[in-house]
């Protein structure tokens, strides 16, 4: 059997063929630009329809497909009528619009109860709020409404017609009850909007239907079918092989985020107040929360880019240049790595990024190891906190693009605490959906045993005593950073 793996972000989308036996047949990725309407700004979902289309034919030339599992971004939706024209596009979750009515919904249900049924506290980011934006400032095209879809389940039900969401993807909605696992009439009903505009919630790794249809004719794709994926984050958490409580996956791009998992509903609300989400997990009785930073690879990239503007000596890259300059132990520079607004837990859109402690003896290099430092205490502040509401980091797979660097993941690992592991290929979530789609056709019994077929390491991390203990005294400094400055913001 070969595994047609597709991951769908904002500005691009990737795919990996899998065989059975875990081998990687075929990447392919394409690009896309966003949508601008005058000032405005939104996922392209016509271009994502058609890049994923023509990624698909060429994945799938001279091979047979058995399955086609998708992981995409949460939050974002198109609006469709009855006749599937799009009649808004997708609004990124960073669009300010939906921020009065997350305030209405915070209102009229309460935050804490909202918490309590959704696992997420109101706010715009999420579907629900834009969904009531365009009801009160788009009632002509609401009114024609006939199905709210996420791009994961939209892109399904290209594929066969039939509407299914996942219910981690379903959780980004800020409308669905991760108790009962279905859309809460109880947030829905108050402000007139059905349950039936959003697609049927179903697990991840369920069989939808066999693929088919005008939009996939002509992909060979004939007796494959469709297996459920799942938001992005969760599917890249399987990929890493995180199956059990206090298991972690890191995804270290351009936004840094650790999904970590736990397997007992806290009742403090407080948790959602500060950031963090409960989202039900592809692995039953599985929940997950998203530890998140804005500035992971976007700050080594403003570095990189608009302070050193390339510059890499004579070495043959500018990463190889840089790492080797890199001092041994704490640099002592204290980075708060808010280059795009704070995260959990302190959720800050106006925190900046600082530097502390520069003299005319620091270097390049130093500032650079700093920021790995920084962006790591910003995590292990973050594995602290959670740690309140019961939720453990006991270890972290790394992913994504800053996992190529060993001298980051070391550094992770000795201020965290914890081992730190990094996978053969950076795209886990390309392998969390093989593993979904394994156990769906029987290739595999379960999640455990697709992790063993699918999920490899390169490389781990362990925390090295002595500089866990220098680190120290720069972890408690740090604590107190943010406090010191926000008045300066």
């Not at 996939?216 to 494959?224: P, Q």
Request: proline share 3%; with cysteine.
């Amino acid at each position: 059997m070969n595994y047609l793996c597709i991951d769908v972000g904002t500005t691009g989308c990737k795919c990996q063929m899998f065989s059975g036996r875990g081998e990687i047949l075929g990447y392919f990725f394409e690009e896309y630009e966003f949508r601008r309407t005058g000032s405005e700004i939104y996922v392209d979902a016509d271009a994502i329809r058609e890049k994923v289309r023509a990624m698909i034919a060429r994945a799938a030339a001279g091979r047979k497909i058995s399955s086609v599992c998708i992981s995409s971004l949460g939050e974002s939706f198109v609006l469709l009528d009855k006749e599937d024209n799009i009649l808004f596009y997708p609004m990124l979750y960073t669009d300010p619009r939906g921020e009065e009515e997350a305030a209405e919904i915070a209102a009229r249900t309460g935050a804490e109860r909202a918490f309590a049924v959704t696992g997420v506290f109101p706010h715009s980011m999420y579907s629900l709020s834009k969904l009531l934006w365009i009801k009160k400032h788009r009632p002509e095209l609401f009114a024609r409404a006939d199905k709210v879809m996420l791009i994961g389940d939209y892109l399904g039900y290209l594929l066969t017609g039939k509407r299914a969401i996942d219910y981690a993807l379903a959780a980004r909605t800020g409308a669905f009850d991760v108790e009962k696992l279905v859309f809460s009439e109880e947030l829905l009903a108050p402000f007139g909007i059905s349950s039936s505009l959003f697609s049927a919630p179903m697990r991840a790794g369920s069989i939808v239907g066999g693929i088919g249809g005008e939009f996939a004719k002509g992909l060979g794709l004939d007796g494959a079918v469709l297996v459920l994926g799942s938001h992005d984050q969760v599917c890249a958490a399987l990929g890493a092989g995180a199956l059990k409580a206090g298991d972690a996956a890191d995804g270290m791009g351009t936004v840094e985020c650790i999904t970590v998992l736990f397997d007992r509903r806290t009742e403090n609300a407080e948790m959602g107040r500060q950031g963090y989400p409960c989202v039900p997990y592809a692995e039953e009785g599985m929940y997950c929360t998203y530890i998140l930073n804005y500035s992971c690879g976007s700050t080594v990239n403003w570095f990189r880019k608009k302070l050193l503007h390339g510059y890499r000596g004579e070495e043959a890259d500018f990463f190889s240049y840089i790492e080797k300059g890199m001092p041994e132990g704490p640099t002592g520079i204290l980075l708060l790595p808010y280059f795009g607004g704070a995260g959990t837990p302190y959720q800050d859109l106006n925190a900046k990024g600082a530097v502390v402690n520069l003299t005319t003896e620091t270097s390049d290099a130093m500032v650079y190891k700093a920021i790995m430092e920084g962006t790591a205490m910003e995590m292990r502040l973050n594995a602290e906190t959670a740690g309140r509401y019961g939720i453990t980091v006991k270890n972290v797979v790394a992913t994504g693009g800053g996992a190529n660097s060993d001298a980051w993941l070391q550094i992770k690992a000795d201020i965290q605490d914890i081992p730190v592991r990094a996978l053969r290929s950076s795209e886990g979530g390309l392998c969390g959906c093989a593993m979904l789609s394994a156990v769906a056709l029987g290739g595999a019994d379960n999640l455990e045993e697709a992790r063993e077929i699918f999920v490899r390491y390169r490389k781990e991390f362990l925390p090295d005593p002595a500089a866990g203990k220098a680190y120290r005294a720069q972890y408690g400094k740090y604590k107190k950073l943010y406090h010191c400055i926000k008045e300066m913001f």
